[in-house]
């Protein structure tokens, strides 16, 4: 099984910065792409952005610019950091990583459990 935890949401002012978190554990022989998304209210969830294991990343066009996303292989960590922050980012954030458990073994989706970021003055 594995568990990914994230830290790092909160309430922040526009034009402010926010670093999100997302750490891996359990039984993990290698993770490949990482990625973030966010889910406002009454909207669909959207794909912020992703890097994949050769370190390669993509960006929703809402973000470029403004967040980088990046990861630590050693650490099973994904960052999200946001810069120049507005309140239409405001959602709650969920990492995914897509984690081979074992040689042999198809890789599978794993979430964490979500971190809010509100926006707002």
């Known amino acids: 099984q594995v568990h990914l935890v994230e830290s790092g949401g909160g309430l922040v002012q526009p034009g402010g910065s926010l670093r999100l978190s997302c750490a891996a554990s359990?039984?993990?022989?290698?993770?490949?792409?990482m990625a973030w998304y966010r889910q406002a209210p009454g909207k669909q969830r959207e794909l912020v952005a992703q890097i994949f294991s050769a370190g390669r990343r993509n960006y929703a066009d809402s973000v470029k610019g403004r967040f980088t996303i990046s990861r630590d292989n050693t650490e099973n960590t994904v960052y999200l950091q946001m810069n120049s922050l507005k309140p239409e980012d405001t959602a709650v954030y969920s990492c995914k990583m897509i984690v081979s458990i074992s040689v042999g073994m198809s890789p599978t989706d794993y979430w964490g459990q979500g971190t809010q970021v509100t926006v707002s003055s």
């Open positions: 359990g039984s993990i022989f290698s993770i490949y792409t």
